[in-house]
């Protein structure tokens, strides 16, 4: 079965950093481009960041650009963030969702995680 | 930064009935569109890539089309599971989503 699971949400002061991390299974990991996207609760959906299949191409949106870093593990089938300088407006539900293709621009987002819970608040 | 407007925001109607969704993009994006599914509690479901090709699994009813600025998603038969909202996303820059058009029952 096709999975994955991210983990490292949590409540976190204005300011400080997180790294959160998603476990693939059930598919080639290095085959694939993946992503973070995050949303809101009642909100629509808003693309963070995304990396190639073997890492050499890192993409990210607009606001979180510079304080966010996204990573990949291949041989042990991990995707990263790094988030930094935490603000409240990055408070979100952040999935990890896996691409159709080996690159950042591919043709769809085919699989996606459950999410975790990233709360900032003073 | 592709900016993705979606209308309308909310479009009431009743099981059996044709839902037309529109997704309009700043500046072209050739076919370079994905449509997107998300039920309360759920995370999103891809429905179409590339304006018009299904994705796995994905029902006939379903059907997209478009190509530059301009882009539709089709349900030609409501069925009660399709009241959800859907999402517009491009992909010929950094990926962005439309905000999302609700289908809520008439």
């Known amino acids: 079965e096709v999975q994955l699971v991210e983990s490292g949400g949590g409540l976190v002061q204005p300011g400080r950093s997180l790294r959160l991390s998603c476990a693939a299974s059930g598919f080639k990991f290095d085959d694939y481009a993946m992503h973070w996207v995050r949303q809101v609760p009642g909100k629509g959906l808003e693309w963070v960041s995304g990396?190639?299949?073997?890492?050499?191409?890192?993409g990210y949106g607009k606001s979180v650009k510079g304080r966010f870093t996204i990573s990949r593990d291949n041989a042990r089938n991990f995707l990263f963030v790094e988030v930094n300088s935490l603000r409240v407006d990055d408070t979100a539900l952040y999935y990890c969702?896996?691409?159709?293709?080996?690159?950042?621009?591919?043709?769809?987002?085919?699989?996606w995680g459950q999410g975790t819970t990233v709360t900032v608040s003073s | 930064e592709i900016v993705l407007t979606q209308s309308p925001a909310t479009l009431s109607l009743s099981p059996g009935e044709r839902a037309t969704l529109s997704c309009r993009a700043s500046?072209?994006?050739?076919?370079?569109v994905a449509w997107y599914q998300q039920k309360v509690g759920q995370a999103p479901r891809l429905l179409i890539y590339d304006a018009s090709n299904r994705a796995t699994g994905i029902p006939a009813r379903f059907s997209g089309s478009g190509s530059g600025t301009d882009f539709t998603l089709t349900i030609s038969s409501l069925e009660p599971e399709d009241f959800a909202v859907y999402y517009c996303?491009?992909?010929?820059?950094?990926?962005?989503f439309g905000p999302g058009t609700k289908v809520d029952i008439k």
């Open positions: 500046q072209s994006v050739s076919t370079y």
């Open positions: 990396i190639s299949w073997n890492g050499g191409n890192a």
């Open positions: 996303q491009q992909r010929s820059s950094w990926p962005t």
């Open positions: 969702v896996k691409d159709r293709d080996d690159i950042l621009t591919g043709s769809g987002m085919d699989v």
